[in-house]
């Protein structure tokens, strides 16, 4: 196979992106997570609650916007605790 320009570009952007992944702490890990998992348990909830009429189309997104901005609060959290700041409650 012949190595190009372009092939080299992409294995670099490859490799700088698993580096910054790596990056990540502990505290970040855990809390983007369960950042995650929370996010993906409301979204269930509200499309559930959409499907049966209970709330609109906006009102679902809205509360799945809302449970992603606390999930990026969550990590966000983290990787503060990780690079030891103190973080307030």
Do not use: R, W, Y
């Not at 559930?48 to 799945?64: F, W």
């Not at 916007?65 to 969550?74: F, G, L, P, R, V």
């Amino acid at each position: 196979m012949k190595f190009t320009s372009k092939h080299t570009a992409f294995f670099a952007a490859a490799a700088l992106g698993l580096s910054l992944a790596a990056c990540e702490g502990p505290n970040e890990n855990a809390m983007e997570d369960a950042g995650e998992q929370n996010a993906e348990m409301v979204e269930e909830k509200a499309d559930a609650m959409e499907d049966a009429g209970q709330i609109t189309d906006a009102q679902e997104d809205a509360m799945v916007d809302n449970a992603e901005d606390k999930a990026d609060a969550m990590e966000a959290k983290g990787e503060a605790m990780d690079d030891g700041a103190v973080v307030a409650e």
